[in-house]
């Protein structure tokens, strides 16, 4: 037995150390510095160009927005007029009031969740929502408050939107550089966020649909060789 358990931990150790080894080289191929850019009048043209690519109006006269995230395992119905989002995840559901959250009520299986459960519950669903909306309609949140915004130059002469957030969210401090056609529609957006601790990585925003409401809102996203779906989204009044 003593043997069986040196030679496991041996192997354990051997997998970490590839780990570290791999992650080192990812870190090494991919990782980028927030880049420089301008900010300006310039910069708040180049957000409404992009605004005006998606149909920000479609999307502010917008009430519901449905979707789901990580094949399906979140859930989303989000009534955008009254602040309410109906948040689903494996046997949990919670109705989650934004404008004040104490106030959600939170289901598993049905039944009423109440205590220190339900708190806990409200804090993910609040976390999910923050995140998988983000992957949603991040496009219309450039000129959110507590926004930052500035112009940058890329290598093939073209301009990118670099939008950085200083607050709001659930990871303030978080910096995205937006890759636009020259209409201004979104390509994709590289990273610079907490969670991620590469910076710099780039995801697609891809299979992009007019809605019924008449917004632009995508259904997939790429990272690298990981596509992210949106499932079926809705957006409608």
Same mark, same amino acid.
């Given at each position: 037995?003593?043997?069986?358990?040196?030679?496991?931990?041996? %192997?354990?150790? !051997?997998?970490?150390? /590839?780990? !570290?080894?791999?992650?080192? %080289?990812?870190?090494?191929?991919?990782?980028?510095?927030?880049?420089?850019?301008?900010?300006?009048?310039?910069?708040?043209?180049?957000?409404?160009?992009?605004?005006?690519?998606?149909?920000?109006?479609?999307?502010?006269?917008?009430?519901?927005?449905?979707?789901?995230? /990580?094949?399906?395992?979140?859930?989303?119905?989000?009534?955008?007029?009254?602040?309410?989002?109906?948040?689903?995840?494996?046997?949990?559901?919670?109705? /989650?009031?934004?404008?004040?959250?104490?106030?959600?009520? !939170?289901?598993?299986?049905?039944?009423?969740?109440?205590?220190?459960?339900?708190?806990?519950?409200?804090?993910?669903?609040?976390?999910?929502?923050?995140?998988?909306?983000?992957?949603?309609?991040?496009?219309?949140?450039?000129?959110?408050?507590?926004?930052?915004?500035?112009?940058?130059?890329?290598?093939?002469?073209?301009?990118?939107?670099?939008?950085?957030?200083?607050?709001?969210?659930?990871?303030?401090?978080?910096?995205? /550089?937006?890759?636009?056609?020259?209409?201004?529609?979104?390509?994709?957006?590289?990273?610079?966020?907490?969670?991620?601790?590469?910076?710099?990585?780039?995801?697609?925003?891809?299979?992009?649909?007019? #809605?019924?409401?008449?917004?632009?809102?995508?259904?997939?996203?790429?990272?690298?060789?990981?596509? #992210?779906?949106?499932?079926?989204?809705?957006?409608?009044?």
């Amino acid at each position: 037995m003593k043997k069986f358990l040196k030679i496991l931990l041996r %192997i354990v150790g !051997v997998l970490l150390l /590839l780990g !570290v080894i791999g992650f080192g %080289i990812l870190y090494a191929i991919y990782n980028e510095p927030i880049p420089e850019g301008k900010s300006g009048p310039a910069a708040d043209a180049l957000a409404e160009k992009m605004l005006k690519a998606v149909n920000n109006e479609a999307y502010t006269n917008t009430r519901y927005l449905e979707w789901s995230f /990580l094949d399906g395992a979140h859930h989303y119905k989000w009534d955008k007029e009254n602040g309410r989002v109906q948040v689903g995840w494996d046997n949990y559901e919670v109705k /989650l009031n934004l404008n004040n959250p104490s106030k959600s009520e !939170v289901l598993e299986n049905g039944a009423v969740v109440i205590d220190d459960l339900k708190t806990e519950l409200i804090a993910t669903a609040i976390d999910y929502f923050n995140n998988d909306s983000f992957w949603l309609v991040a496009p219309f949140k450039i000129i959110d408050k507590g926004t930052e915004r500035s112009i940058v130059t890329l290598e093939d002469g073209s301009e990118a939107l670099l939008v950085k957030y200083s607050s709001g969210g659930t990871t303030p401090g978080d910096a995205y /550089l937006w890759k636009l056609l020259p209409n201004g529609f979104p390509q994709s957006y590289q990273m610079w966020v907490k969670v991620i601790p590469i910076g710099g990585l780039e995801a697609s925003w891809d299979d992009w649909k007019i #809605m019924e409401s008449g917004v632009a809102l995508p259904a997939t996203h790429k990272i690298g060789s990981i596509t #992210m779906d949106m499932g079926v989204v809705k957006a409608y009044n």
